[in-house]
């Protein structure tokens, strides 16, 4: 009975993840995550053991008991779901937690110094930039085995991270429990977002672009409306196109304010900005997803005014999310250029 019951809750999380409309991270046994193709077999063992698990390619045999990690996002998460004694070194640019601070650094995640990296010896390499050919094939030479994970572009792929990470070290089954039970307190601020008074929005990014439909800034956003640009790709959506479709708020970078809107031909006649309907965003919730990303969702929820007819607005309406110093927000700025 009780293999019948593990059989059973495989098939279900198996098909559950295939489901999930996530192109980037699968967890399933003997089969790398990532999208599956059509013509793929996932092959199941009958011993139902936690191990081994295959993420992203790489074949992960038991708990990593010392790790490496060259992205200041998933340092941060690692750190959150209680792996943060495992690391035993990190990039130049993982600065949070506090206790990041006390361990080596081997460089960033586009030029990681491969030297000292061989010469600490993890067991475990995680990154969010591919490792170049040579630099890996150097790693795993010595043992190391590397998991690439790049940055999510929807919540599906966001909590699916946290559900890699979990099966890396405890996992599939245990894993994946770990992973949903971590990213529970995000998923409760995205449903409070979700029942929220819904909008429309474009964000403003530092390019002075929208982003477009299949970016993370969109992904999250969207919790409260529709995304005026979300037929766009990336970064290029025209900024003209708002006035066809005009944004009840905009969400603006907080490198700018609304008075650079006002002066910027391209968004100067929408009447969000008329209107001082504009909430300033610290873009490093977007280049760093983490748990913090619920200050920056709970804070739009409960700023987020009942929107007044465009003609009865008044400027005095602008609000703020919580945002850091100017000089802490380009420190992150910079970081977060580097790491991608």
């Not at 098939?11 to 003997?30: E, N, Q, R, W």
């Not at 045999?61 to 990190?90: H, N, Q, R, W």
């Not at 010595?142 to 790049?150: C, F, N, R, Y």
């Not at 999510?152 to 699916?160: A, D, I, K, L, V």
Request: negative net charge; charged residues 25%; contains cysteine.
């Amino acid at each position: 009975m009780k293999k019948r019951n593990t059989f059973i809750a495989l098939t279900v999380l198996t098909a559950s993840m295939l489901l999930s409309g996530c192109d980037k991270i699968v967890l399933v046994p003997g089969q790398s995550s990532g999208k599956i193709p059509e013509q793929s077999e996932v092959t199941v063992s009958n011993d139902f053991n936690e191990y081994p698990v295959t993420l992203n390619g790489t074949e992960i045999t038991s708990s990593p008991k010392t790790v490496i990690s060259l992205t200041p996002a998933y340092t941060e998460i690692l750190f959150e779901m209680g792996y943060g004694d495992k690391l035993i070194a990190v990039s130049d640019y993982c600065d949070y937690p506090p206790e990041t601070k006390e361990l080596p650094k081997v460089s960033g995640s586009t030029s990681p110094d491969i030297d000292k990296i061989i010469e600490l010896k993890p067991e475990l390499l995680i990154t969010g930039t591919p490792i170049v050919t040579k630099d890996q094939a150097a790693l795993e030479s010595h043992g190391i085995k590397i998991i690439t994970v790049l940055s999510p572009s929807s919540m599906e792929q966001f909590e699916n991270i946290y559900t890699l990470f979990g099966a890396a070290f405890e996992g599939m089954f245990t894993g994946k429990e770990k992973g949903e039970q971590s990213f529970a307190k995000i998923k409760r601020s995205a449903a409070a977002a979700q029942k929220s008074k819904q909008i429309k929005f474009a964000y403003i990014t530092a390019s002075l672009s929208p982003a477009g439909g299949n970016t993370f800034e969109s992904a999250v956003l969207s919790l409260f409306g529709e995304n005026c640009a979300k037929s766009g790709i990336g970064y290029a959506f025209p900024a003209e196109e708002l006035m066809e479709n005009q944004p009840d708020v905009i969400f603006l970078n907080d490198e700018y304010t609304l008075d650079d809107l006002k002066d910027n031909e391209a968004y100067a006649n929408l009447d969000a900005v008329k209107n001082g309907k504009v909430i300033t965003i610290n873009n490093r919730y977007f280049e760093r997803p983490s748990a913090r990303l619920t200050e920056l969702i709970d804070s739009i929820v409960k700023e987020l005014p009942e929107y007044a007819p465009a003609e009865t607005a008044k400027e005095s309406d602008t609000v703020s999310a919580p945002k850091e110093s100017k000089d802490e927000s380009k420190a992150e700025e910079n970081n977060g250029a580097e790491e991608e």
